[in-house]
C-alpha cells in the first residue's frame, strides 16, 4: 500500500519540493506559477485518465486497454487481474447451470416453474409430451390458460397441493396417463412435476385382472367339489352315484391343479432370466416322447405325422422346451375334431429353424389371433374349459420361446385348421452329435 501511496503522491510532491527550491534560489513568483502550471496539467491528464477509466468500465472489456503510466498502471492491472476471476467465475457458474438443466432435462419427470401468480417460468422438453408445451414460446404464459383440463384447473384453484392429481388421455395422442403435483417453494413459487403413470397403470390392471381371473377359475370347480361334498354328506345316495360324484370331484380339483402348477411355471419363467446356451435338447428323443404322449391323448381319433428332416438340437432347457412343444400339440389335438390331421415338424429355414404344430382343426377367427397369448384369453370359455383348458398354455409358450429367443407365429382359419410355429435364431442351434 505504501508503495501505491508513494506513487500516487510523488509527481505532485516532487513540483512542489522543485518549485520551492526554484524559489529559494532563483524567484519565488515563477517558481509559483511554473509548480502551479505544471500541477494544472497533472490534474488535467489525471481527469483525462478518469474518464478513460469510466469510458473502459462502461465498455465491460478491461482488457487489452490503454493503462497510462504510473498508478493508472497498477489499477488497470487490478482491474484487469479482477476482471478475469469475474469471467472465469461467471463461466464456471454457466458450465454448471447447463449441466443442471442437461440433468434436469435427462429426467423422465416432466418439470415446470411457476411463478407467484402462476405464470410459467421454465419448462423442460418432456412437457412437450406431456403437456403439448413449447419450452420457448410458451415461457411467461398463465399455465391455466395453456392447460385448459378442467379436473387441473380446479386443482390449480383449490390450493390443495398434498395430494397428487391424476389426469387421463392426456399426450399428443390422449394416450397417457400422467400424475400431477405441485411443490411450492420459495416466495410463493411452485414446481410442478408430471409423471407418465400409463405402464404402472396399465400393469395394475392386469394384475387385477390376473387376480380376477385366477379367482374366478378357481371358484368354480370349488363350487362345484362342495356341492357334491354337501350332497355326499347330507343325502344317502347309491354307491354308484357316490362313485360317480367322487370321480366328479377328482376331476375338478385335478383340474385345479393343473391350473395352480400352469401359474407356477408361468411365475417362474417370468422371474428367471433367459436360458443358458450351454444345455443340449435333443430333439429326436423329444419326438419320439412327444409323438408317444400325443397318440395317446388322441387316442386312435386323429391322424398323427412326424417330420423332422433337420439333425439340430437346440440349446436351451430341456423341460421348457417340452413344455412349450407339447401345449401345442395338446391344443391341436383338443381342437381338431375326431378323424382330423395333426402334423409335427422341425426343420430348417434361412434365420434358423422352426418347430411348428399344423391341425386340421375348429381354427382361429382373425379377431382372437392378437389376443390369444394373453393369460386366460380362450375363444370359447366353455370349450376350452371341457378340454381341461386352462387359457395359460399359449402364454406358457409365447415365454418359453422368447427365453430362447424365439417367436411364436400362428396362422389360422376359421373352419380349416391352425398352424402355431416357433421360430429359434441360427445362434440357439446345435448340430446332433
Ligand atoms: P387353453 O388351455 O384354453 O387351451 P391356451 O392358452 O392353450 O389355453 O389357448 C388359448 C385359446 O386359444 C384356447 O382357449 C383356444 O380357444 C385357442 N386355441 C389354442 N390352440 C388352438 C388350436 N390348435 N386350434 C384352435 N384354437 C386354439
Request: glycine share 6%.
Amino acid at each position: 500500500m505504501t508503495r501505491e501511496i508513494i506513487k500516487a503522491l510523488f509527481f505532485p510532491f516532487a513540483i512542489c519540493f522543485i518549485s520551492f527550491i526554484w524559489g529559494e534560489v532563483f524567484s519565488f513568483s515563477v517558481a509559483f506559477y511554473l509548480g502551479f502550471f505544471v500541477l494544472l496539467i497533472h490534474s488535467f491528464i489525471q481527469a483525462w485518465f478518469k474518464i478513460h477509466l469510466l469510458s473502459n468500465l462502461k465498455k465491460d472489456d478491461l482488457i487489452g486497454q490503454k493503462r497510462g503510466f504510473g498508478i493508472w498502471r497498477d489499477i488497470y492491472d487490478q482491474l484487469e487481474k479482477k476482471s478475469k476471476i469475474w469471467r472465469q467465475a461467471v463461466l464456471q457458474s454457466e458450465v454448471q447451470y447447463n449441466k443442471f438443466l442437461q440433468g434436469i432435462q435427462a429426467s423422465p419427470n416432466g418439470l415446470i416453474m411457476l411463478d407467484e401468480i402462476d405464470h410459467i417460468e421454465w419448462c423442460n422438453n418432456i412437457c412437450r409430451d406431456h403437456f403439448r408445451l413449447d419450452p420457448l414460446r410458451d415461457v411467461g404464459q398463465p399455465v391455466t390458460f395453456l392447460l385448459r383440463n378442467p379436473q387441473f384447473v380446479s386443482y390449480m384453484q383449490a390450493r390443495e397441493f398434498t395430494r397428487p392429481l391424476h389426469l387421463d388421455f392426456m399426450g399428443d395422442q390422449g394416450s397417457l396417463m400422467l400424475m400431477l403435483q405441485i411443490f411450492p417453494y420459495g416466495e410463493n413459487r411452485k414446481l410442478l412435476l408430471s409423471q407418465d403413470i400409463t405402464i404402472l397403470k396399465k400393469n395394475e390392471s392386469m394384475r387385477q385382472d390376473f387376480v380376477a381371473n385366477v379367482s374366478h377359475e378357481l371358484r368354480t370347480p370349488l363350487t362345484v367339489v362342495s356341492g357334491f361334498l354337501e350332497t355326499l354328506r347330507d343325502l344317502k345316495i347309491s354307491k354308484l352315484d357316490q362313485k360317480r360324484y367322487v370321480d366328479l370331484m377328482f376331476a375338478q380339483t385335478s383340474r385345479m391343479m393343473t391350473l395352480v402348477e400352469e401359474l407356477l411355471i408361468l411365475t417362474r419363467l417370468d422371474s428367471s432370466p433367459l436360458t443358458s446356451k450351454t444345455t443340449k435338447v435333443h430333439i429326436e428323443e423329444l419326438f419320439e416322447k412327444l409323438l408317444l404322449d400325443a397318440k395317446s391323448l388322441s387316442q386312435d381319433k386323429h391322424v398323427i405325422e412326424v417330420n423332422c428332416p433337420l439333425k439340430m438340437d437346440i440349446l436351451g432347457s430341456e423341460s421348457e422346451i417340452l413344455s412349450a412343444f407339447s401345449n401345442l400339440i395338446v391344443n391341436a389335438i383338443r381342437y381338431t375334431p375326431e378323424g382330423g390331421k395333426i402334423i409335427f415338424e422341425w426343420k430348417a429355414e434361412a434365420s434358423g429353424a422352426v418347430f411348428s404344430v399344423k391341425d386340421s382343426g375348429i381354427g382361429i377367427a382373425p379377431e382372437h389371433l392378437p389376443r390369444i397369448t394373453e393369460r386366460f384369453y380362450r375363444v370359447d370359455r366353455s370349450r376350452s374349459r371341457d378340454t381341461g383348458g386352462t387359457g395359460l398354455g399359449l402364454a406358457i409358450v409365447k415365454h418359453v420361446a422368447s427365453r430362447h429367443n424365439a417367436v411364436l407365429k400362428i396362422e389360422s382359419e376359421l373352419g380349416v385348421g391352425s398352424t402355431f410355429l416357433i421360430h429359434f435364431p441360427k445362434d440357439r442351434l446345435v448340430e446332433v452329435d
